[in-house]
């Protein structure tokens, strides 16, 4: 028996070439999605920390925050830019509307519940692709065992047929080995698959922080500009 790569596929059965066709077409999705948010979290986070830095001088002071308007154009894929921009418009407009100092904390409030709208909004869109990265890591492991449990009984199957050599271990092997190669793609698949998971994670909560961060100086800013 040929225990080359080539060899087991052949030596497989239906059940067990569909569950390995299945497993790849599982990894291959996940690193699909997974490249994907690579490049946008990469490039989310770059634009980001330019926005930050762009902006910190015109946050200062409520009195140069209006400077800022349209700022967040010239960063367009920016998480950050995205929802401090959105905030700056509102204030923005509350400005052009006359409000008075006395209603700073309630511009300051109207400001921080547009951008809390728009984060929701976009951390969805971050989060696009993780719950299918979830699914197969989580569902990897247990498509590979179907597989397993396959290979299993065709082993015992070979094993009790006299006509096919019953009782030698060598007519069984090919089984066993269906089944180990099964389970052992399903744990390839489910190990890769939460490396980029639990990474995303990571750098999802960075952005998360980023934007936060920003929002909150935005508010303060306003607030202690009025107050003045």
């Known amino acids: 028996m040929d225990f080359t790569l080539v060899g087991l596929w052949h030596e497989m059965g239906f059940m067990a070439r569909a569950v390995v066709v299945v497993l790849l077409a599982m990894s291959a999705y996940s690193l699909s999605i997974s ?6 979290y990469r490039k989310g986070r770059a634009l980001s920390r330019l926005y930050i830095d762009a902006l910190a001088p015109l946050v200062e002071g409520a009195a140069r925050i209006r400077e800022a308007v349209g700022l967040h154009k010239k960063f367009a894929g920016a998480p950050v830019a995205t929802v401090v921009g959105a905030g700056v418009d509102e204030y923005a407009k509350s400005v052009a509307a006359g409000a008075r100092p006395a209603a700073a904390f309630d ?5 921080n519940r547009t951008m809390e709208r728009v984060k929701e909004r976009e951390l969805a ?5 993780l719950p299918v990265l979830a699914t197969v890591a989580s569902s990897a492991p247990f498509v590979g065992l179907f597989g397993t ?8 199957q ?3 047929d006299p006509t096919k050599g019953g009782g030698g271990i060598g007519t069984v ?8 190669i099964t389970t052992a793609v399903g744990l390839g698949v489910a190990i890769l698959t939460v490396w980029f998971y639990n990474y995303f994670t990571a750098r999802l909560d960075d952005i998360t922080i980023d934007i936060d961060e920003t929002a909150s100086e935005l508010v303060d800013s306003i607030l202690k500009g009025h107050a003045a």
Not at 149 to 156: E, K, L, Q, S
Not at 173 to 180: D, K, P, T, V
Request: charged share 20%; hydrophobic share 55%; no cysteine.
């Open 35 to 40: 490249v994907d948010r690579l490049l946008t």
């Open 107 to 111: 511009v300051a409030e109207a400001v």
């Open 125 to 129: 869109g971050l989060r696009r692709g």
């Open 149 to 156: 449990v396959g290979g299993i009984i065709t082993a015992f």
């Open 158 to 160: 070979k094993l009790a």
């Open 173 to 180: 092997s090919a089984g066993i080995a269906e089944a180990l």
